[in-house]
């Protein structure tokens, strides 16, 4: 009886963890925002979530916001005659209805630019994300272990 209260309050726990981090916008999810530790040096650093849009219109991911960061862009890398390359996407990121779109390294991706502070792991950064359709939604970046970057990425 008691293993298994304690089991039932073990996923109840684990659940619990996981939703405190989605944000809901209108008909917008968004899942787990997260960045990297960064190196003391470092000026820049990636941003990535999940957005799914249960709607029935197309909305755009178009900027929005971190504490640390001066400048916040949306970008998007890809492969350019055998080299990896970024650039910004002026018009943001469409999330067409129905869909999810996964922003994450190597891909779509929020750039915060001009830190005021390494990132360390464990940290919390609070920021925004602004949609063309759906305005503006507070949220929390986590910051996640230190990584590699790929191989040739320049800003
Ligand atoms: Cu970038």
């Given amino acids: ?52 849009n249960t709607g029935s219109t197309s909305d755009r991911l178009t900027g929005g916001s971190a504490e640390v960061a001066r400048k916040f862009e949306v970008h998007e890398m890809s492969m350019d005659g055998g080299v990896m390359k970024m650039r910004e996407l002026k018009n943001g990121i469409e999330i067409p209805p129905g869909a999810t779109v996964e922003l994450k390294p190597g891909s779509y991706h929020i750039m915060m630019m001009n830190l005021s502070r390494p990132l360390a792991k464990g940290d919390k950064i609070k920021g925004s994300l602004t949609f063309e359709k759906a305005g503006k939604v507070d949220l929390e970046f986590t910051v996640e272990a230190m990584g590699g970057m790929p191989a040739g990425m320049k800003h």
């Fill in 1 to 52: 009886m008691r293993r298994t209260l304690t089991a039932t309050l073990l996923a109840f726990l684990t659940v619990t963890a996981a939703q405190a981090h989605d944000y809901k916008l209108g008909s917008l999810e968004i899942k787990h925002p997260w960045t990297r530790a960064t190196p003391k040096s470092a000026t820049v650093a990636g941003g990535y979530l999940k957005i799914t």
